[in-house]
């Protein structure tokens, strides 16, 4: 139904039109999206809605806040037309809103449920990504784990997540907790059941998620893989090297630089039909000469690879951009240490830890929708106008 003339719609989405995020009403909002996420508490004696505690302290994690201390400062010091906005209510025996404490955001962290959230999360980036493919025109997903370090220093139970990041636009679509006892392998499938559309989606991974099981899973979500091939694929490995590669042209070759280091790439592709690898159309070598900038010491590694991608879906080239744009995901991983300073934070309590990874991913995933590059010019811009962060979630 269209907004009468007196609405305050039309000004806010003239606000609003300078972040391309922006999506159509019918799209649920983060409100909706976050009410969907069980509440752990006992409903006697509840003060404040769930949804409104999580908007809360998603605002001020892309203000900047790297802890809990923080997020209860900037919950305090929020402006009342702010909360109004988010649908803090006001109490009706005392003349001002009542905010939810530290205390509070800490405990509920705490006892929440981490697959849900990252659920309500992932879905709300990946409605609101752009329609576009990476650099080498096909939509590729990295799926990697990181562990948060500073949970284990303050003696709390080791956690290890595994995430799906879509290559183009950096967004993390999906996260998983790996359990204490199990490993990343027989996590892979339950983490992208959890992506909606995998269908045409490339999606690469490291060494250890070379396993047939998971291709054949792929396979038959209509998506393809590539993935590298190195001693725990041992009898694949010794097929690929035993190729003639020395027969095959070059078909690529790239150069950069970058950590202090000079790179070559070189890469071969040749279509293959027979080796032990559920799917494989492709196999990839590729010769990477790497010079020390510092010490002037050269090392040159080969890498092999397969895909299910046959050479008329994707080229040389092209393969050999998707295996170079997996390591988004670790440029991710860099900036949650870095900006946010995840492996140095030791909260500990229940999913709190996991909680508040969620939150830097979509704190990461807004600012990146919106154009932002630089991260932690993003949250300092933030931190200087409450208004922004409400802007950015569509809460304005």
């Known amino acids: 139904m269209p907004a009468d003339a007196s609405s305050p719609i039309p000004p806010v989405l003239d606000q609003l039109r300078e972040y391309p995020q922006v999506v159509p009403e019918e799209v649920p909002g983060l409100l909706e999206r976050l009410a969907e996420v069980p509440d752990p508490r006992d409903p006697r004696g509840v003060r404040h809605r769930l949804a409104v505690v999580l908007a809360l302290t998603a605002c001020a994690v892309l203000a900047g806040a790297t802890s809990l201390l923080a997020i209860g400062e900037w919950i305090a010091d929020a402006p009342a037309h702010v909360l109004e906005?988010?649908?803090?209510?006001?109490?009706?025996?005392l003349p001002r809103?009542?905010?939810?404490?530290?205390?509070?955001?800490?405990?509920?962290?705490?006892?929440?449920?981490?697959?849900?959230?990252?659920?309500?999360?992932?879905?709300?980036l990946a409605d609101r990504r752009p329609k576009t493919t990476g650099a080498a025109g096909l939509r590729g997903l990295a799926v990697d784990g990181k562990s948060l370090r500073g949970a284990a220093r303050a003696k709390g139970r080791?956690?290890?997540?595994?995430?799906?990041?879509?290559?183009?636009?950096?967004?993390?679509?999906?996260?998983?907790?790996?359990?204490?006892?199990?490993?990343?392998?027989?996590?892979?499938?339950?983490?992208?059941?959890?992506?909606?559309?995998?269908?045409?989606?490339?999606?690469?991974?490291?060494?250890?998620?070379t396993q047939r099981e998971h291709a054949d899973y792929l396979l038959g979500r209509a998506a393809h893989y590539i993935v590298i091939v190195k001693g725990n694929q041992k009898k694949l490995r010794r097929q690929l090297k035993c190729l003639p590669w020395k027969d095959i042209p070059l078909q690529g070759r790239t150069r950069g630089t970058g950590h202090g280091r000079a790179e070559i790439r070189r890469i071969k592709a040749a279509t293959v039909n027979s080796l032990l690898f559920p799917g494989a159309r492709q196999a990839v070598q590729i010769k990477r000469r790497r010079t020390d900038r510092k010490t002037g010491k050269t090392?040159?590694?080969?890498?092999?690879?397969?895909?299910?991608?046959?050479?008329?879906?994707a080229t040389a080239a092209q393969l050999a951009e998707l295996v170079r744009d997996h390591w988004k995901i670790e440029a991710l991983h860099h900036v949650r240490d870095t900006t946010?300073?995840?492996?140095?934070?030791?909260?500990?309590?229940?999913?709190?830890?996991?909680?508040?990874?969620?939150?830097?991913?979509?704190?990461?995933?807004?600012?990146?929708?919106?154009?932002?590059?630089?991260i932690a010019a993003g949250l300092r811009r933030n931190a200087r106008d409450p208004r922004r962060p409400l802007t950015l979630l569509g809460l304005g």
Not at 100 to 117: F, H, K, N, S
Not at 358 to 373: D, F, H, M
């Open 158 to 209: 080791k956690i290890h997540l595994l995430a799906a990041l879509e290559h183009a636009t950096g967004l993390v679509l999906a996260q998983l907790d790996v359990g204490e006892k199990t490993n990343e392998i027989t996590c892979f499938q339950p983490l992208l059941d959890t992506v909606a559309d995998l269908a045409g989606t490339v999606v690469t991974s490291d060494a250890m998620h």
């Open 85 to 93: 906005q988010v649908g803090a209510r006001p109490d009706p025996l």
């Open 299 to 313: 090392t040159v590694k080969t890498v092999y690879a397969v895909t299910s991608l046959t050479a008329e879906q």
């Open 340 to 374: 946010f300073a995840e492996d140095a934070s030791q909260l500990r309590t229940g999913n709190a830890p996991r909680a508040m990874a969620t939150w830097r991913n979509l704190a990461i995933g807004a600012l990146r929708t919106a154009g932002v590059k630089n």
């Open 97 to 124: 809103r009542v905010l939810p404490a530290e205390a509070t955001v800490r405990r509920l962290l705490a006892r929440i449920d981490g697959d849900a959230l990252d659920r309500v999360v992932g879905s709300w």
